[in-house]
């Protein structure tokens, strides 16, 4: 059992660098997801900023969380996209006709997804340090904001995965992100739900979202979290968990 799990870490170790290269061979990646969303954080401090009144000092300070969703959703497209090509290309039958573990070139594309998002959340907060964004958070209160945004990001990656391997097009790989990338709008990452209408105010209090953009905020600004980290990590896990097991079927029944 022992021999079996070395060599399943090590066969997904090997996958998980070829997902790597790939990456670093074509840095395009990870621009195009930081850029837009740096845009947006941008065109609202700047632009939209002023106008929007939060309750906090530093708009970017309360912009931020939502803004490092956004570009979550957008870089599981990508994953999405190597696993459609991956499958097109005939790779999964190729490493499947050597003696690897069968679901290693999967998680080798999961664990990329989530090694280069968090190259891009860490560039994003750095812009935002220029920005002026300020956080009196703790290691403690850092270490919790990245193990939710780590959440976040495979619960994506598992629906991404289910995405590339049923798609039948290029367009319709990619295409599930678009509602996950728009779906900040109708929560409280850019304004609070307090200023909605109240149809549209239900349902961005009581979306995945919100709950996770405001324990993020709290965590960041070092103030009380309340239910809103356990609301955050139950949408996450039970995502991430319903996710998985379809993916899984999904990837049996076509490879």
Request: hydrophobic content about 55%; charged content about 10%; glycine content about 8%.
């Amino acid at each position: 059992m022992d021999t079996v799990k070395n060599y399943f870490f090590s066969d997904m170790g090997i996958m998980l660098g070829r997902s790597m290269r790939h990456i670093f061979r074509s840095m395009d990646t990870i621009i195009t997801v930081t850029i837009t969303p740096i845009a947006m954080m941008l065109l609202f401090v700047y632009v939209l900023g002023g106008a929007i009144q939060t309750g906090m000092d530093n708009y970017v300070n309360y912009l931020l969380p939502g803004i490092l969703l956004m570009a979550i959703a957008s870089g599981v497209a990508y994953t999405s996209y190597r696993l459609f090509m991956d499958m097109q290309r005939g790779i999964f039958e190729r490493f499947h006709s050597i003696p690897i573990a069968r679901s290693a070139p999967l998680w080798g594309h999961v664990l990329t997804s989530l090694v280069s998002n968090a190259i891009s959340v860490l560039v994003i907060i750095l812009v935002a340090l220029l920005t002026g964004f300020r956080s009196s958070a703790g290691v403690l209160s850092w270490l919790a904001v990245a193990g939710i945004l780590a959440l976040f990001t495979l619960a994506l990656t598992w629906i991404a995965v289910i995405a590339g391997l049923s798609a039948t097009s290029v367009d319709g790989a990619g295409a599930f992100a678009y509602p996950l990338i728009f779906l900040p709008f109708i929560s409280s990452a850019f304004v609070p739900t307090e200023t909605m209408p109240g149809p549209v105010r239900a349902f961005a209090e009581n979306q995945p979202v919100t709950a996770i953009v405001d324990a993020i905020r709290a965590l960041l600004s070092n103030q009380q979290v309340g239910n809103d980290i356990w609301i955050a990590l139950a949408w996450c896990v039970g995502i991430m968990l319903v996710a998985y097991v379809s993916a899984m079927r999904v990837y049996k029944r076509r490879v």
